[in-house]
């Protein structure tokens, strides 16, 4: 049986690490969580949401999966963002991509890859909807991370046209949605500078309306 010992070993002294530096660390994590930003990410391993944010364990409630997508299908997503929102009440959601993105190169190639494929659908779609000006670059890399960028921009609109976000902002929550992108080689946060903190901010067809309450009538 493998037991891979080492990860363990990792562990305790990552542990121990952390109470020294303060006792009460663990206590405290155990406690509460009380995060003021949801990211939204790519499952990629090289993109550690923590790590790059600077931040510590308790301080950012993660999503992650292939390329940062995020779909009205996808009750999982859906469920994440509403306990970040509705519950944990973070102030920023953050949708974040990487550039040289495997999901995505893999979407814009014409090769079957096998059930990741319904899921890539998503990306060929966006792909399409943009393909005039993503296929004037004629430099494949560029292409890429254009087409990362991209992405992320209209995930950022994904999460702004869910109930659950409107509704937080009919409530006068204080809620932004932003767009960042990660560079691999440099270590470095793109703010692509697409952030919603209303609505209002949105088009026309994608501002919710509340439910009506339903009239009472007495006989």
Known sequence: MIRLKHIFENN???AEAMQKEDPEFFHKLAAQQSPEYLWIGCADSRVPANEIMGLMPGE?????NVAN???HSDLNCLSVIQYAVEVLKVKHIIVCGHYGCGGVTAAMQ???FGLIDNWLRHLKDIYQRHDPPLDSITDEHDRLNQFCEVNV???VRNV???????GAWRRGQELAVHGWVYGLTNGLLKDLEVT???AAELDSLYRMEPKPKPSITTP
């Open 12 to 14: 305790r002294a990552w």
């Open 60 to 64: 950012v409630f993660v999503h992650r």
């Open 69 to 71: 997508i995020v779909v």
């Open 110 to 112: 014409h090769k079957e």
């Open 153 to 155: 921009i209209e995930q």
């Open 160 to 166: 702004c046209h869910t109930t659950i976000v409107q």
């Open 196 to 198: 919603v903190t209303s």
